[in-house]
C-alpha cells in the first residue's frame, strides 16, 4: 500500500503523482487498487472508489474512517543510495 506522491518519489520523480495515475491506468495487470491519494484517501469517485474499497477490505487493511491505516498499511520505500535515483 502507499501514495500515489511516494511512489513518484521512490522513482526518482518527485511531485510526478499525476504520472503515477496514468501509469496505473495504462498498464494492464498493475495493483491500481493498492495506491491512494495522500493520507490514505480513497480518490476515485463514484463506483470505482467502491471498487477499490472492496479490494483492500478483501485482502484484509483496515480503515480509520474513510481513509486507508497508512500506519498500518503503508509500505515504506527504503532511502535512496549515494548517487542513485531510488528504484531501479
Known amino acids: 500500500m502507499s501514495s500515489y506522491g511516494a511512489i513518484a518519489k521512490a522513482a526518482g520523480w518527485p511531485g510526478a503523482a499525476r504520472q503515477v495515475v496514468r501509469i ?12 491512494v491519494g495522500s493520507g490514505g484517501a480513497i480518490k476515485l469517485r463514484g463506483e ?3 471498487e477499490q474499497r ?35
Open 48 to 50: 470505482n472508489g467502491a
Open 24 to 35: 496505473l491506468r495504462q498498464v494492464p495487470g498493475l495493483p491500481w487498487h493498492r495506491v
Open 54 to 88: 472492496f479490494r483492500l477490505r478483501m485482502e484484509a487493511v483496515t480503515f480509520r474512517g474513510a481513509r486507508v491505516d497508512m500506519g498500518e498499511h503503508e509500505y515504506k520505500f527504503p532511502k535512496k543510495s549515494a548517487g542513485g535515483r531510488g528504484l531501479s
